[in-house]
């Protein structure tokens, strides 16, 4: 498996993987019509946007098998809220049902991590589903503390979320090779 930054001419396989991942791990979160309304085709042009927009501290990242499909990808750059203690932000994390469990999340997030130590982000959040259990544990396996709580709404669900922070994000950079930490 390799880990690239994500171009342009991915935003389709981008796509895939939003969508999919989405319809597997929000199953009995969101409502099951919005996830099966979920488009490729929508999710194309959103990712397309998204790579073609200059926004020199924001990095997405894909997890690809050896030969070419994208099976993951990653994005971060700085925290969207004006949080003071947390300068950075993991936006999300996404990987198809069968590479999940694998090593490649940690992979892309300790890519996200590089990024915004080289982007001089030294501590780091996100927001997860409070029920996505799974990610939940994958982010506490990763350091993260639990820092607060908040409501949205998706799709005319109340969704609760839960962040995630660590103060020094260099912790969740590793080594390519070995997956320890760098430096």
Request: hydrophobic content about 40%.
């Given at each position: 498996m390799r880990i690239r930054t994500a171009e342009p001419r991915d935003?389709?396989?981008l796509a895939r993987v939003h969508v999919d991942s989405w319809r597997s791990t929000y199953a009995g979160i969101l409502?099951?019509?919005f996830l099966a309304g979920l488009s490729y085709g929508d999710r194309e042009s959103?990712?397309?946007q998204v790579l073609t927009t200059a926004r020199p501290t924001v990095s997405n990242?894909?997890?690809e098998t050896e030969s070419g499909e994208v099976v993951g990808l990653a994005a971060g750059g700085p925290e969207r809220a004006?949080?003071?203690t947390y300068r950075g932000e993991l936006y999300l994390v996404y990987l198809l049902e069968q590479y999940q469990r694998k090593g490649l999340g940690r992979r892309l997030v300790s890519a996200v991590a590089q990024r915004l130590v080289v982007d001089g982000f030294d501590s780091m959040m996100l927001w997860v589903a409070r029920d996505n259990h799974p990610a939940c544990r994958f982010y506490e396996a990763l350091g993260g503390e639990p820092v607060g709580s908040r409501t949205i709404d998706i799709a005319g669900t109340d969704v609760a979320e839960v962040s995630y922070g660590w103060l020094d994000v260099a912790d969740l950079v590793t080594d390519e090779l070995g997956g320890q930490p760098a430096g």
């Amino acid at each position: 498996m390799r880990i690239r930054t994500a171009e342009p001419r991915d935003a389709g396989s981008l796509a895939r993987v939003h969508v999919d991942s989405w319809r597997s791990t929000y199953a009995g979160i969101l409502p099951d019509g919005f996830l099966a309304g979920l488009s490729y085709g929508d999710r194309e042009s959103f990712w397309d946007q998204v790579l073609t927009t200059a926004r020199p501290t924001v990095s997405n990242f894909l997890a690809e098998t050896e030969s070419g499909e994208v099976v993951g990808l990653a994005a971060g750059g700085p925290e969207r809220a004006g949080d003071e203690t947390y300068r950075g932000e993991l936006y999300l994390v996404y990987l198809l049902e069968q590479y999940q469990r694998k090593g490649l999340g940690r992979r892309l997030v300790s890519a996200v991590a590089q990024r915004l130590v080289v982007d001089g982000f030294d501590s780091m959040m996100l927001w997860v589903a409070r029920d996505n259990h799974p990610a939940c544990r994958f982010y506490e396996a990763l350091g993260g503390e639990p820092v607060g709580s908040r409501t949205i709404d998706i799709a005319g669900t109340d969704v609760a979320e839960v962040s995630y922070g660590w103060l020094d994000v260099a912790d969740l950079v590793t080594d390519e090779l070995g997956g320890q930490p760098a430096g």
